[in-house]
């Protein structure tokens, strides 16, 4: 039997609410009394429970969307466990005209299928993806399985989406300051719901680009959770597969799902993590961010930019912990200019919820209690390593010394030697571009092709305003290592292209082993620091030395100048700053 699922119950007598924490998703299996989502509204939060057993066969509903009651959200084919409620959202002869579904009243079998590959990949984020198509053009049979959508955390939930809305955002800072460039504009208007739809455009045509991608390179994809059989043996069964798949290699990259807190407080379904923070369809007057590492400066940015005041609560002496002082003091500053409340070495304690619905985050710090009250909180504090995802022990691969990831040699290899993990569950640097290398090097030794990895020089880049970066070593890992460094800076303030964009805040450092005089590091803050990284990468990759990239001609007017001129000053020679 196939029902409507209905908002039959909002709080108290409103008329709408806003989608908040969904649980579920399309394919899912669902029992009654699961709580599928929770709906916010002025008068409280109310989850959404399930008076059915069977498979919930549609959602049209996503985090941050306004519902309103009697509004049809979903279909569930299965059976009802509480028929008073059910018989009101059975499904009459003609669908209703929201759902734009045909309905088929039986019930089709899962299609049977068994497959035998040189390759499998479970997961299709920046590792799988990247692995398998690098498998694929070594020649070998590759299949491919996601329980989710091809691209993984980062081109659906993360690096892609945060990106696309920073550049909204980005253009309604240069629009709040146009006067100052002769330009005039009126009418300005934020539309939120706009921003979430041009987030999502970007996300679905790199989706499809991936998909393009996968059978273009003949790889078969698996929607469905893989599931371990036996040692070389995975299964997926869903509504629509029912799969054996045998493989010679295996290659982990299942990824990595948000860290909550052990806080009271910290799992009720209104506090919002990076993926929610991406659907806000509305934007909040005040919100409290647990972390204030890369992602969590990233939302302070984006949503102060919106006009939310934004409180940030960072367990660490200082935001971004892990970068050199100089770049952290750049965004600090940038950030408590713009309104954002930074609050450092401070403890969060616990989160309640107000009978208004606001929150109250209680937070120590080493001589004091406080408390922050805010509309909206967000957890960002981290990511752990998607361990569970398959039965690992069957498969006889190992954990870590922490077991905070899979362990891995460097060619990718884990205790099972026909059997690879790569990308953030291996937890060793959750950076997409760490994946997708670590998805080559993993693809590459299958197929007899030598290749390890090394981590020694990996940029990072923050799209905080402004960005920042560094990649190779920092002052800090030098000074650990007892490294004797040199480091030439170069201020953007001297930059003639950056003069002309306005955009004068932040420096480039280079690093420079003090006896070998080779680029051993480099740190950017300002305007195209995430792009400009890459330069000093390829000296660090090169063994380039400070005398030998001095000789370098770099375009003018660029921002990259400073980047040579960084060089120069290693070596007092430089030209347009003393
Ligand atoms: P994922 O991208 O997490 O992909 C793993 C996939 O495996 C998922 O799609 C999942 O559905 C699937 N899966 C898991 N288990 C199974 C199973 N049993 N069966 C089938 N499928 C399964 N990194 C950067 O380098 N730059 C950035 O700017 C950046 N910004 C970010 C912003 C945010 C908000 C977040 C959350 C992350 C950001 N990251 C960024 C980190 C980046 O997204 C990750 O490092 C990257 O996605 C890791 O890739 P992966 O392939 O290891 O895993």
């Given at each position: 039997?196939?029902?409507?699922?209905?908002?039959?119950?909002?709080?108290?007598?409103?008329?709408?609410?806003?989608?908040?924490?969904?649980?579920?998703?399309?394919?899912?299996?669902?029992?009654?009394?699961?709580?599928?989502?929770?709906?916010?509204?002025q008068?409280?939060?109310?989850?959404?429970?399930?008076?059915?057993?069977?498979?919930?066969?549609?959602?049209?509903?996503?985090?941050?969307?306004?519902?309103?009651?009697?509004?049809?959200?979903?279909?569930?084919?299965?059976?009802?466990?509480?028929?008073?409620?059910c018989?009101i959202?059975?499904?009459k002869?003609?669908?209703?005209?929201t759902?734009?579904t045909?309905?088929?009243?039986?019930?089709?079998?899962?299609?049977?299928?068994?497959?035998?590959?040189?390759?499998?990949?479970?997961?299709g984020?920046?590792?799988?993806y990247?692995?398998?198509?690098?498998?694929?053009?070594?020649?070998?049979s590759?299949l491919?399985?996601?329980?989710?959508?091809?691209?993984?955390t980062?081109?659906?939930?993360?690096?892609?989406?945060?990106k696309?809305?920073?550049?909204?955002?980005?253009l309604?800072?240069?629009?709040?300051v146009s006067?100052?460039?002769?330009?005039?504009?009126?009418?300005?208007?934020?539309?939120?719901?706009?921003?979430?739809?041009?987030?999502?455009?970007?996300?679905?045509?790199?989706?499809?680009?991936?998909?393009?991608?996968?059978?273009?390179?003949?790889?078969?994809?698996?929607?469905g959770?893989?599931?371990?059989?036996?040692k070389?043996?995975?299964?997926?069964?869903?509504?629509?597969?029912?799969?054996?798949?045998?493989?010679?290699?295996?290659?982990?990259?299942?990824?990595?799902?948000?860290?909550?807190?052990?806080?009271?407080?910290?799992?009720?379904?209104?506090?919002?993590?990076?993926?929610?923070?991406?659907?806000?369809?509305?934007?909040?007057q005040?919100?409290?961010?647990?972390?204030g590492?890369?992602?969590?400066?990233?939302?302070?940015?984006?949503?102060?930019?919106?006009?939310?005041?934004?409180?940030?609560?960072?367990?660490?002496?200082?935001?971004?912990n892990?970068?050199?002082?100089d770049?952290?003091?750049?965004?600090?500053e940038?950030?408590?200019?713009?309104?954002?409340?930074?609050?450092?070495?401070?403890?969060a304690?616990?989160?309640?919820?107000?009978?208004?619905?606001?929150?109250?985050?209680?937070f120590?710090?080493?001589?004091?209690?406080?408390?922050?009250?805010?509309?909206?909180?967000?957890?960002?504090?981290?990511?752990?390593?998607?361990?569970?995802?398959?039965?690992?022990?069957k498969?006889?691969?190992?954990?870590?010394?922490?077991?905070?990831?899979?362990?891995?040699?460097?060619?990718?290899?884990?205790?099972?030697?026909?059997?690879?993990?790569?990308?953030?569950v291996?937890?060793?640097m959750?950076?997409?571009?760490?994946a997708?290398?670590?998805?080559?090097?993993?693809?590459?030794?299958?197929?007899?092709i030598?290749?390890?990895m090394?981590y020694?020089?990996?940029?990072?880049?923050?799209?905080?305003?402004?960005?920042?970066?560094?990649?190779?070593?920092?002052?800090?890992?030098?000074?650990q290592?007892?490294?004797?460094y040199k480091i030439?800076?170069?201020?953007?303030?001297?930059?003639?292209?950056?003069?002309?964009?306005?955009?004068?805040?932040?420096?480039?450092?280079?690093?420079?082993?003090?006896?070998?005089?080779?680029?051993?590091?480099g740190?950017?803050?300002?305007?195209?620091?995430?792009?400009?990284?890459?330069?000093?990468?390829?000296?660090?990759?090169?063994?380039?030395?400070?005398?030998?990239?001095s000789?370098?001609?770099?375009?003018h007017?660029?921002t990259?100048?400073?980047?040579h001129?960084?060089?120069?000053?290693a070596?007092?020679?430089?030209?347009?700053y003393?």
């Open positions: 039997m196939k029902y409507d699922l209905i908002i039959n119950k909002l709080s108290g007598h409103d008329k709408t609410g806003t989608i908040g924490k969904i649980n579920v998703k399309e394919g899912d299996s669902i029992k009654h009394g699961d709580v599928l989502f929770i709906i916010e509204s008068k409280g939060t109310l989850k959404f429970v399930s008076d059915y057993d069977g498979i919930l066969e549609k959602l049209s509903i996503h985090e941050g969307d306004i519902v309103e009651k009697k509004q049809v959200i979903g279909i569930v084919e299965g059976e009802c466990a509480s028929p008073e409620s018989d959202n059975t499904i002869e003609t669908p209703k005209k759902l734009k045909s309905y088929s009243f039986g019930i089709s079998k899962p299609q049977k299928k068994e497959y035998e590959k040189e390759v499998v990949v479970v997961g984020g920046p590792g799988g990247v692995a398998a198509i690098r498998a694929a053009q070594n020649g070998k590759v491919l399985i996601e329980e989710d959508r091809l691209g993984g980062c081109l659906n939930y993360g690096c892609i989406p945060t696309a809305i920073i550049s909204s955002v980005d309604l800072r240069k629009i709040k006067e100052e460039f002769g330009l005039e504009v009126e009418g300005l208007k934020i539309n939120m719901p706009d921003i979430i739809e041009r987030k999502g455009n970007v996300v679905n045509n790199l989706v499809s680009g991936v998909e393009h991608l996968m059978e273009k390179n003949k790889i078969e994809v698996i929607e959770r893989a599931q371990v059989e036996d070389n043996i995975l299964s997926v069964k869903n509504k629509k597969i029912d799969a054996k798949i045998k493989f010679e290699n295996l290659i982990i990259a299942t990824g990595s799902s948000p860290k909550s807190i052990p806080i009271e407080g910290s799992d009720c379904g209104s506090i919002l993590n990076s993926k929610d923070l991406l659907e806000l369809k509305e934007i909040p005040s919100m409290t961010i647990i972390g590492g890369v992602i969590g400066m990233e939302f302070a940015f984006i949503f102060n930019s919106l006009g939310t005041k934004v409180n940030i609560i960072e367990f660490f002496p200082s935001i971004l892990n970068m050199d002082d770049i952290i003091e750049v965004v600090r940038s950030a408590i200019k713009s309104g954002i409340k930074l609050y450092e070495n401070s403890c304690t616990s989160i309640k919820t107000s009978l208004e619905g606001t929150k109250i985050v209680e120590r710090t080493e001589d004091s209690h406080n408390i922050l009250i805010s509309d909206k909180v967000a957890i960002a504090v981290g990511r752990s390593a998607n361990i569970d995802s398959l039965d690992l022990e498969l006889g691969v190992e954990l870590n010394e922490n077991e905070s990831g899979i362990s891995v040699d460097s060619k990718m290899r884990t205790s099972n030697e026909a059997i690879y993990a790569i990308g953030d291996t937890n060793i959750q950076l997409a571009h760490v997708s290398h670590q998805g080559i090097v993993a693809a590459d030794n299958i197929a007899g030598y290749s390890e090394h020694d020089n990996i940029p990072s880049a923050v799209f905080t305003f402004p960005e920042v970066g560094s990649t190779g070593l920092t002052e800090k890992e030098c000074t290592r007892n490294i004797e030439g800076k170069f201020p953007l303030f001297a930059n003639g292209k950056a003069q002309a964009m306005g955009e004068t805040e932040g420096f480039v450092k280079i690093i420079a082993n003090a006896e070998t005089n080779l680029v051993i590091g740190s950017i803050a300002g305007i195209h620091a995430t792009d400009l990284l890459s330069v000093i990468t390829n000296l660090i990759d090169s063994k380039t030395s400070i005398d030998k990239a000789h370098t001609i770099y375009a007017p660029t990259s100048e400073s980047v001129e960084a060089i120069l000053s070596d007092n020679k430089g030209i347009h003393v």
